[in-house]
């Protein structure tokens, strides 16, 4: 870990990272996962009568967490790419770094609406999630291709 911290970062490291940020769903699915295998294996239930009840319907805390730090780390490198480039903040690595802060902005609220169930932290989820899809896409365009 702390190699991640002084490790210059380079096209290698940044790309693993963000592969792991692909991955971001299959994390926060995780804890489901483990709940859904291991309740069926412990109650010698076949698959088909687990239900979401069974697995803690809103309480994937520890999914959310699994999914936060891939984009935290893939943050850190952004900010630490900005700050060595010579105009720190007219660099593209400071819209790579709101890109991934509008992300990790989603997955919190999306976390936080399934914990409240409170309209207004769905429609701010919605709103987010859809400026980060277009932020994504807009990045991929001009910068990956």
Known sequence: MLFFWTAQVDFLLGW????????VTAFRDFE?????YSYTIAHGESPDQVNKKDC???SYTIGFVAASFPIIFR?????RVMLRAPHWLLNWQTVNFIKYGVSLLVAM?????????????WIIWIILACSSSL???SWDLKMDW
């Not at 693993?16 to 991955?23: A, I, K, R, Y």
């Not at 609220?109 to 932290?121: L, N, P, Q, R, V």
């Open 75 to 79: 943050m850190i490198q952004c900010f």
């Open 109 to 121: 609220f999306s976390f936080i609406y399934g914990h409240s169930g409170e309209k207004i932290y």
């Open 32 to 36: 489901y996962t483990i709940c859904f």
């Open 56 to 58: 803690g319907e809103n």
């Open 16 to 23: 693993g990272t963000d592969q792991l940020v692909s991955f």
């Open 135 to 137: 932020f994504s896409y």
